[in-house]
């Protein structure tokens, strides 16, 4: 049973617009929410998170929203780069086991010129 | 760059050889991770050590031996790998294991070590 969904295997996306990328997950336990963005050849990198208590974390041209009652998350970009292009990877942990990371099965975002 | 630093970057043994894989942070992160990565998938938590000490081992096979010399290092050995073996491996660290909520502990990870068995 899949714990944290990404349904969209690819998005395509303007450069200069906003990309919005979904997660959902079922288990209303998950403490904590992560996105990675991962390059082909190297491991994931780190970019926001947000922890069940909030609704909304900003860094930079990155936001994550969460949504409790929808069991929903999204990571908006704004603007998109060319940069920006990569496999984005949404995770979640629980408080007591926070090294467990329950991850989706990833998003590919193309930004195009 | 990576804070995370794998060494080797690419990986080739033959069944029967005996090789290590080495991972260096110096963030002053306390706990350290190993993982497998298989083409368009997520990562596979192998084993978790938190100060120096092995906290999880995710019903690894023995032919994979992970070591923590000191908290900046973790090595894993292996011997007598399989084909099927192949794969990414990532090494990743945080500041701690213990959390409390709305505190915000994100693994970071290297940039693996691309393993191929023969």
């Known amino acids: 049973d899949q714990q944290v969904k990404q349904n969209s295997p690819s998005l395509s996306v303007q450069e200069g617009r906003i990309s919005i990328l979904n997660c959902d997950y079922t288990?209303?336990?998950?403490?904590?929410f992560l996105w990675y963005k991962k390059y082909p050849a190297e491991g994931p990198t780190f970019l926001i998170s947000i922890s069940s208590i909030k609704d909304k974390n900003e860094d930079g041209r990155f936001t994550v929203f969460l949504n409790k009652s929808a069991k929903h998350l999204s990571l908006h970009i704004v603007p998109s780069q060319p940069g920006d292009s990569a496999v984005y990877f949404c995770?979640?942990?629980?408080?007591?086991?926070?090294?467990?990371?329950?991850w989706g099965a990833g998003t590919k975002l193309i930004i195009k010129p | 760059d990576t804070e995370v630093t794998q060494t080797p970057k690419h990986l080739v043994m033959g069944m029967t050889n005996k090789k290590s894989l080495k991972c260096e942070q110096h963030m002053g992160h306390r706990a350290m991770y190993w993982y497998k990565q298989k083409a368009k998938k997520p990562p596979e938590l192998m084993f978790v050590y938190s100060y120096e000490k092995l906290s999880i081992n995710e019903s690894v096979p023995s032919r994979f031996s992970p070591e923590c010399p000191n908290s900046s290092l973790l090595n894993l050995h292996l011997h007598a790998l399989q084909p099927e073996d192949s794969a990414l491996y990532l090494c990743?660290?945080?500041?701690?294991?213990?959390?409390?909520?709305?505190?915000?502990?994100?693994?970071?990870f290297g940039d693996g070590t691309r393993l191929s068995i023969l």
């Open positions: 995770a979640a942990s629980f408080l007591d086991s926070n090294y467990q990371l329950i």
């Open positions: 990743a660290s945080s500041l701690s294991l213990g959390s409390r909520l709305g505190s915000n502990q994100p693994q970071h």
């Open positions: 288990n209303s336990m998950f403490d904590y």
